[in-house]
Nanobody, 126 residues
Framework: QVQLVESGGGLVQAGGSLRLSCAAS????????MGWFRQAPGKDREVVAA????????YYSDSVNGRFTISRDNAKNTVYLQMKSLKPEDTAVYYC???????????????????WGKGTLVTVSS
C-alpha cells in the first residue's frame, strides 16, 4: 500500500505563490505516475498537473499551464506543485494521487489513479 500526505496549503492573496508537497510512504513511488488534482465546492475533481515516473513527461490543465510546475524527487519519495500567480478560482482542496500505470492516459485522469491523499486546502483571496 502507498500512503500519500499533502502539505503546504493555506491562505494566500491573489497573485501570490504556494508550494505543495506530497510525501509518499509504504513503498517507493519512483516508478509510479503521479498527479495533483483539485476539487472546488460543488465541482467535480479535476486534474491540475501530472508527471511520469521519471519526470521526463509532464501534463498541465489549460487553466494552470504556465503558472504551476510539477516536479518530483524520487530519492525523497516526494512530489511537488509550485503554484504562482494564484487566482481566486484556484481555490480548492488539492489532492496528490499515484498510479503504477505508466501511461499518461492513467496518471492524467481521476479514474486512473490508485492511491489518494486526504488533500490540502488552498484558499486564494481576491
Amino acid at each position: 500500500q502507498v500512503q500519500l500526505v499533502e502539505s503546504g496549503g493555506g491562505l494566500v492573496q491573489a497573485g501570490g505563490s504556494l508550494r505543495l508537497s506530497c510525501a509518499a510512504s509504504g513503498r517507493t513511488v519512483s516508478n509510479y505516475g503521479m498527479g495533483w488534482f483539485r476539487q472546488a465546492p460543488g465541482k467535480d475533481r479535476e486534474v491540475v498537473a501530472a508527471i511520469s515516473w521519471s519526470g521526463a513527461s509532464t501534463y498541465y490543465s489549460d487553466s494552470v499551464n504556465g503558472r504551476f510546475t510539477i516536479s518530483r524527487d524520487n530519492a525523497k519519495n516526494t512530489v511537488y506543485l509550485q503554484m504562482k500567480s494564484l487566482k481566486p478560482e484556484d481555490t480548492a482542496v488539492y489532492y496528490c494521487a499515484a498510479t503504477k500505470c505508466a501511461s499518461a492516459t492513467y496518471y492524467t485522469s481521476v479514474g486512473g489513479m490508485e492511491y489518494w491523499g486526504k488533500g490540502t486546502l488552498v484558499t486564494v483571496s481576491s
